[in-house]
Structure formats: structure tokens, C-alpha cells
């Protein structure tokens, strides 16, 4: 049941006059509603929403083992976001020291004891651990790793080859960032990717390598 | 879908743009927001695609399709009193210059002694809810001026329904008084 009273309020409420949207205004938002699609604003454009990300990812396409370092895919990625770039630039840094140091101590003790392809492919495979591969909505792709960037060279495996449809993937991560008025969603997940690793002497060998995503995309919510 | 859009937007750009202007308190700064967050909505609704989901995952692969608002009217509030927020985050305008999203000019088709009470009543009120805090000033708007539910003001504004019904009451049992001094 209502009280009358605050009928009474809310009418009188009602008879208080907003402002109104200025002409410019109300015709720059009518002429963004009945814009056809094929005049979007670039802009606006998906493929423009994280350009440092595309572009990246346009250089690296196809590339796979030792051909770019992961703090490079990895910073492109952060400056989309600007949300934690000290500390996953640090953490990242960090990682990067640790994977330097266990596989150049790995190569030493492969080369002085004159060591067997399996311990160069426990190499690799320590470097893939650590790859990373950056996806985004334009559907290109690369799978990076560390291993130019520090300098080891996984001498005796002359090819890897990324098993498309044995994967599986887990979504670790999706946050929501703000990129010129625009709501951008990154999801970064795990893929566990199985690649076929093919060295001089042995039969290629098939290994599980966890391998880190970030997609971005158009936020649907805001 | 641009013809829902536009439809909702002439009927409700006034409240809209009271929304902003609650938010940033500068006329111009609200209609920034205004067109910010439609040159956004409707770059949005191309993408809307008809699946529930909006995140599939196929082979290793991920895509992302936005979904189709279930209110639009809601939607377009939502996304208008976000687009404010940020422009008030990135000027950082102080909040004290604040503009009234209430036009000056009083109402008059009454006589004019029903009119000068009425005008006397509405300056009150008027006062009331210019001396109100911004969340409560929003939910006036939300409530009154557009017609939302409490679930869908909730929905919003990001709060529990049951907290806006507590405030707008509140609200209410603030401004009777004004109203039974006069009946008084």
C-alpha cells in the first residue's frame, strides 16, 4: 500500500525540470547510433584495442624457439594493462634470472661431461616450461622462449612442432581494464601444449608444455 | 538495434545526462561521458553475438563474443555513470564547483497562488536533494526520473537491493517533512 504522502514527493520530484543535453551533443550521439558499421572509427576497432600486443604478435608469427624473448611478449602485454607492471616486470625478472642461471648451469655440465641429446632436450624442455605465447582476438599466434635471450643454445634439437589439437587449457586470470574509453577484457590462461621434439640422432619425442595465454578482447560487461 | 538504442536514448538522454552531471558536476564533462560511453555501446552492440556464452573454448583456442544486454535502458545508464566516473578520475575536478543537474527556471502552469505554493515546496525539496550526498542524489534520478526498480538501481550502481530501498526510504521520511510542515 502506498502512501499518499509520498506520491506527493515523488510527483513533486518529477515536476522538477532536468537539464537538458546540449544540440552538439544530442547530434554527435544520434550520429553514433545511425553510423553504419563499416564507418567505425579505427579507433574503435578491435584489432587497434591493444596495438603494442598486435603488432608483436604480427613480428612473431610462426616463430617458435628462439626467436623472441618472453620478457618482450610479456611487456607488450602489460602495457595494455597498466594495472602491476612493476611487480610482474620484477617477478618476471626474477623468473628470467632463475631459468638463466639453471639452464646455463645445465649446458655447462652438458658440455664438460660431454652430456647425451637427453640432457640438452631437459634444457629445452625447461625453457618451454617458461615460454610464452600471446594470443589475441585477430586469431595470429607465437610461441616464444627464453632460451636467445640467454644465450643457450639447445644444440642437437633442430625442431619443435606445436600440437595443435592435443591441448588443454585452463583459464588462471580474467580482469577487466580500461584502454581509450574502452572496456577490455584479459583472460590468461594455461595450455597444456604438446610439442614434438625433433633432434639429430633420436626419434622425435613428443613432451607436455605449459605454456601461458593472454587474450584480449572487447569486454562485453562494463 | 540502433533504432532500440536511439528510442532509449531521446526518452531518457535528460536523466542520462543528470547521471553524468551528478558524477562529474560539470555540464560539459557529462556530455563527454554521454558520447564516450555511446561511441562505445554501440562499437559494443556490432559484436553482440546470439550465444549465451560469451567465452568458448575450442581446441586450445579462446574467443570472446560480448553478449546482448538484457535491459538496454539499464545497460545505457550503466555504461553512461561508468564513462563518468572515469572522466571524473582522469580530471580530478573538485567536487565542491559542483553544477545542479536541475534546471534553474521553475514551473508554472498553475495559479498563482497554487504555484507559489507548489514553487515553495519544490524549492524545498529541491534543496533537500542538492544537500544530499552523490549516491543518494543518483538514486533520486534512478528512482524518479528514470523508473528503475531497486533490483535493477541495485544492479547499477553495484549495491544490494535491499540497501537503495533502506536509503530511498530514508530519502522519503526526509522530504515528508517539508510536506507536512506545509500541510500543517
Not at chain 1, 547510433?33 to 591493444?50: A, G, K, V
Not at chain 1, 652430456?115 to 616464444?144: F, I, M, P
Not at chain 2, 510536506?179 to 500543517?184: A, F, I, Q, S, T
Request: glycine residues 4%.
Amino acid at each position: 500500500m502506498t502512501d499518499p504522502t509520498e506520491d506527493l514527493i515523488e510527483d513533486i520530484i518529477h515536476g522538477l525540470p532536468l537539464k537538458s543535453v546540449s544540440e552538439s551533443c544530442d547530434q554527435e550521439v544520434l550520429a553514433a547510433i545511425r553510423m553504419p558499421s563499416e564507418l567505425c572509427p579505427s579507433e574503435l576497432c578491435p584489432s587497434e584495442l591493444s596495438p603494442s600486443v598486435s603488432n608483436e604478435i604480427g613480428d612473431q608469427r610462426e616463430s617458435l624457439v628462439g626467436t623472441q624473448p618472453i620478457d618482450r611478449s610479456v611487456k607488450s602485454a602489460s602495457k595494455t594493462t597498466d594495472s602491476n607492471r612493476g611487480n610482474r616486470r620484477s617477478k618476471f625478472g626474477s623468473i628470467a634470472v632463475a631459468i638463466a642461471a639453471s639452464l646455463l648451469i645445465g649446458f655447462i655440465f652438458g658440455m664438460q661431461f660431454n652430456g647425451s641429446q637427453d640432457s640438452n632436450r631437459t634444457e629445452l624442455v625447461d625453457g618451454l616450461k617458461n615460454a610464452s605465447a600471446v594470443h589475441s582476438n585477430t586469431g595470429t599466434k607465437t610461441l616464444a622462449s627464453t632460451d636467445k635471450k640467454m644465450g643457450i643454445n639447445p644444440s642437437g634439437v633442430n625442431q619443435i612442432e606445436l600440437i595443435e589439437n592435443e591441448s588443454e587449457t585452463f583459464i588462471v586470470s580474467e580482469s577487466l581494464h580500461w584502454k581509450n574509453q574502452m572496456p577490455i577484457r584479459r583472460v590468461e590462461t594455461i595450455t597444456n601444449k604438446k610439442v614434438l621434439v625433433t633432434d639429430n640422432d633420436s626419434e622425435p619425442k613428443r613432451i607436455e608444455v605449459p605454456i601461458r595465454k593472454v587474450i584480449y578482447t572487447l569486454a562485453d560487461s562494463i | 538495434m540502433n533504432a532500440d538504442l536511439e528510442a532509449v536514448y531521446r526518452e531518457n538522454k535528460s536523466a542520462m545526462l543528470s547521471v553524468a552531471l551528478n558524477i562529474t558536476g560539470c555540464q560539459s564533462l557529462a556530455e563527454d561521458a554521454i558520447q564516450n560511453a555511446f561511441a562505445r555501446i554501440v562499437h559494443t552492440m556490432r559484436n553482440f553475438g546470439d550465444s549465451e556464452s560469451s567465452i568458448t573454448s575450442s581446441q586450445g583456442q579462446l574467443t570472446c563474443q560480448p553478449q546482448r544486454p538484457q535491459n538496454m535502458k539499464a545497460y545505457l545508464f550503466q555504461s553512461v555513470r561508468n564513462a563518468a566516473i572515469d572522466i571524473q578520475r582522469s580530471t580530478h575536478r573538485n567536487s565542491e564547483s559542483r553544477v545542479s543537474f536541475f534546471e534553474n527556471e521553475p514551473l508554472g502552469n498553475d495559479s498563482p497562488t497554487e504555484s507559489a505554493e507548489l514553487n515553495e515546496q519544490r524549492g524545498k525539496i529541491r534543496s533537500i536533494i542538492e544537500g544530499l550526498a552523490e549516491s543518494d542524489r543518483e538514486l533520486v534520478l534512478l528512482k524518479i526520473y528514470s523508473g528503475f526498480t531497486f533490483e535493477r538501481i541495485a544492479q547499477i550502481t553495484q549495491t544490494s537491493a535491499n540497501t537503495i530501498a533502506t536509503r530511498y526510504r530514508r530519502l522519503l521520511e526526509k522530504m515528508k517533512s517539508v510536506v507536512k510542515e506545509k500541510d500543517d
